[in-house]
DNA sequence: AAGAATATTGATCATTCTGCCTTATATTGC
DNA sequence: GCAATATAAGGCAGAATGATCAATATTCTT
């Protein structure tokens, strides 16, 4: 089995829903004896189908309630120690090197707007860094969501 | 006790180590009576300090190995509808709303590159878009991570 | 269609954890 | 200094866990 099945997505459905149920709670509510949701999860584990729980901290609550996306234009060449250079700057969550345009997204937190702006500083400061453009994420049109991925494998 | 102190810190931060680690476990671990952490954990939930499960479920494990994002040219008046849309599209973890120009940043993840020409059209047929722009995310120079933050807050 | 491999179930067991309580002792804010 | 709050330490009943096992289902292969 190289991929997850409904079973799985049930599971991790109900996950979503409450994150601190026990396994027995959640066979009982499956209808799944609770082997089978030990195992399960055992092997969603093995197979790495869950991130580090960094991913379920709110930045918001630890103080950093503004979003940004800054697009960081780079020499490639330089691309290695940019890395270690962003991985150096607290606030940068994430950065992704994109397709095409020599550029990359950086998502950053701050604390407010100057705040934002002193870390754009950082980042232009980065040896390989030619130029950045920062957006504020004003609105969550979609906020982050994976349950329709999941309810689609129910189905099928 | 407005803000998330250092306590609270080490707490997340055992968290992320092992996520499944029991409370009793941490409290060994971090020299605290089990009584203070089952409080913290309490407080930090009733702060909202922790995000949907959704977040840490990875989507390569569902079969979503590829992530984009797609830049959205939008007329603001169907802001509203559009989010009702782009919700609709199972393939959207994401969308935000930028300062500035009228542009949506959108994070989209699916199964390869005509999966993602196709959710990319499903994108440009909804009512209100006018151009999109995707960007494949190749590489991740810096992986989505939080503890800097969190590292940070130990010491003041 | 038969046989093999794999999943699921139900069951047990000892150990551990939880949720909830109470009391005493810091620690902190005013 | 006093009051409010956080922490520690302990106890207790109920529940959950992890690790088994054997018996059935189910799925896959050939």
Chains 1, 2 share one sequence.
Do not use: W
């Amino acid at each position: 089995m190289h991929t997850l099945d409904g079973t799985d997505a049930r599971i991790l459905l109900a996950m979503v829903e409450d994150p601190r149920q026990t396994v027995v709670a959640m066979a009982a509510k499956l209808g799944l004896s609770r082997n089978t949701v030990q195992a399960r999860m055992a092997s969603l584990e093995k197979r790495h189908a869950f991130l580090a729980f960094d991913h379920r901290i709110s930045p918001a609550a630890l103080g950093y309630p503004l979003t940004a996306f800054i697009s960081v234009h780079v020499q490639q060449q330089k691309l290695g120690a940019l890395a270690v250079s962003l991985a150096g700057i607290p606030e940068v969550l994430e950065a992704h090197g994109l397709s095409g345009r020599a550029d990359l997204l950086v998502r950053v937190v701050s604390t407010g707007a100057e705040d934002l702006f002193r870390i754009n500083g950082k980042i232009l400061a980065c040896d390989g860094v030619e130029r950045t453009e920062t957006s504020l994420a004003m609105n969550e049109l979609v906020p982050f969501r994976l349950t329709p991925l999941l309810e689609r494998r129910l189905r099928p």
